[in-house]
């Protein structure tokens, strides 16, 4: 498309220009993304006794603890939708045994436990789907879900006048394990709650006959082992849900780093150390992809400072890398105005790829860089030059009927350069109808061609960019395990298994845990048998 012609600059407007072409990231992925590091960041520097300390007590710090409840937020709806159906279902169960356990009730529940169904249900459907709802709302429902539940239990119990209403009580137990297994409430919302059941469930039910106190006793034991097994439960996976959302926040700090080395070293790869531009085998590259592609019209300008050798020769080398960084903030800047690139190709040799502008534009911006360059009013003291460093521009043009390539693009540039050299200096000359033919018979032979100058001095060194140093081993296995576990995630399985080389690496990571686990739990298990048969010869005598 036509741009309106770029206006003529001069050492002021270049600078306002840098400042109001500077590259924006839109606010919202700029704040997401810093985010996402701080909470990295804010993981990885927990460490030692102080994790400890936060993983026991179940509490990470506010930010921290913000970011591992929205984490958490989506699978939770989920699981207390499935959780709560599953709850419902067993409730509508208890239809069929209404009428022998508790008949004087039968016809009040008949009713009662489909609408408390239908209730929780309703609940949990709002829940999954309700745009608003933050991790602590969905908590408090599961509190209230749960407690409604035992509210239930305990009132039938207590209510009815049957014999076997102490047998229904019982039932308390299933709410104690639905808290601490199923649904896995928080701790700190499934411990009061659960040791509230625990006390109230011997203090409210009551036994009508001998043989009932009998049961009515078993069945508090049972109750109170269940209820603690159930929270201990409860307190270890969320403690291991803890650790296993530090340890991925780990893992996303490093791979953040990974990335971000990764992105220093590409953009490094693609940069002239000197002057910030893009380097000759970045430049190659972009002309040959714009070429190629629908970019066209495509204009490239040639830019060479003027009497640069003497320049050096006479003010020296640093002052020599000096004028060539101030030029190529001007080339960047006027570049950046039209979505171009500009690139150091030689010593000071410059070049200006600009995509969709027309041969007018191009005219105009090569103007506009010959007189900012004058306008800096940088002292060139040698005798064969002026009073101030100029530079020189070819300007060449492929236009969306001409099926020329890049490199006779750049061809026709860089006599258009040399003519310009040829003339006098300190302007610029676009490739005429005529030349454009001839580079495109073959017949224009430059006298640089396509390969930079290799004058002497730090100003004029090579400025193709040093290969990138590969990654250490350690850290090259790292990214192919993170990649596996990636992989691994990604499946779409409900199989608990992972791929051979993690399967035995977990094995192998969680055997002294595992055997430790296996003899405590041992050793519960031990314990509350003995409770449970403790005294227990009065109900089979």
């Known amino acids: 498309m036509r741009r309106d012609p770029p206006s003529l600059v001069d050492r002021r407007s270049h600078r306002l220009a840098r400042r109001l072409n500077a590259p924006t990231v839109p606010a919202e992925f700029e704040d997401e993304a810093d985010a996402m590091h701080e909470v990295a960041a804010s993981a990885q520097s927990l460490q030692g006794p102080e994790l400890s300390k936060q993983l ?58 489909p609408l408390m169904a239908a209730m929780l249900m309703a609940s949990a459907v709002w829940a999954r789907f309700s745009p608003t709802l933050t991790p602590r709302r969905l908590e408090s429902l599961v509190t209230a879900q749960v407690a409604s539940v035992a509210v239930f239990v305990l009132w039938a119990s207590t209510s009815s006048e049957a014999p076997t209403a102490v047998t229904h009580s019982v039932s308390l137990f299933l709410v ?43 069945n508090i034991k049972l109750v109170w082992i269940v209820g603690c097994l159930s929270l201990l439960g409860n307190y270890a996976f969320e403690r291991h849900e803890r650790h296993v959302f530090w340890l991925r926040q780990q893992s996303l700090h490093q791979r953040l780093n990974l990335e971000g080395l990764r992105q220093r070293l590409k953009r490094q790869s693609s940069l002239d150390a000197l002057t ?43 002052q020599g890398d000096q004028c060539l960084r101030t030029i190529s903030g001007l080339l960047a800047d006027h570049a950046r105005r039209l979505q171009g690139l500009a690139a150091r190709v030689g010593g000071e040799e410059f070049a200006i790829l600009l995509p969709h502008c027309e041969p007018e534009d191009a005219r105009f911006m090569a103007q506009a860089l010959c007189t900012a360059v004058r306008g800096e009013a940088m002292v060139h003291a040698a005798e064969i030059a002026g009073p101030f460093v100029t530079i020189s521009v070819g300007v060449s043009t492929l236009g969306p009927l001409d099926n020329f390539s890049g490199a006779e693009l750049y061809a026709q540039a860089d ?19 005529q030349l454009v033919m001839l580079t495109t018979a073959g017949h224009v032979q ?32 790292e990214e192919q395990e993170l990649a596996l576990i990636e992989e691994a995630l990604a499946q779409a399985t409900h199989h608990l298994g992972l791929p051979e080389a993690l399967q035995a690496q977990h094995e192998a990571a969680r055997a002294s845990s595992r055997q430790r686990q296996l003899i405590l739990m041992g050793c519960l298990g031990l314990g509350a048998y003995t409770l449970m048969t403790l005294r227990a010869s009065a109900l089979i005598p």
């Open 415 to 433: 006599a258009a350069l040399y003519q310009a050299k040829s003339r006098g200096r300190n302007q610029c000359v676009q490739a005429s109808e």
């Open 56 to 113: 026991n007590r179940l509490r990470f710090e506010p930010s921290l603890e913000q970011a591992f409840q929205q984490e958490h937020l989506p699978s939770r709806r989920q699981h207390v939708l499935w959780c709560t159906g599953f709850g419902a279902l067993t409730l509508l169960v208890g239809l069929f045994d209404d009428a022998s356990l508790l008949p004087d009730l039968a016809p009040l529940l008949q009713w009662l436990r």
């Open 446 to 477: 430059t006298t640089r061609g396509m390969a930079p100058h290799n004058a002497t001095g730090p100003a004029s060194a090579s400025v193709d960019a040093s290969r990138p140093m590969p990654p250490p081993g350690s850290a090259r296995q």
């Open 176 to 218: 104690l394990i639905y808290s601490g297994v199923v649904v896995f409430q928080r701790f700190a919302q499934a411990a009061p709650l659960g040791l509230i059941c625990m006390a109230a469930y011997p203090l409210l039910v009551q036994a009508h006959s001998p043989e009932g106190s009998l049961i009515l006793g078993e």
């Open 276 to 318: 910030g531009l893009s380097n000759r085998r970045h430049f190659d590259e972009t002309l040959r992809e714009w070429s190629q592609r629908d970019q066209r019209p495509l204009s490239l300008l040639m830019v060479d400072v003027d009497h640069f050798k003497a320049y050096n020769d006479r003010h020296g080398h640093l």
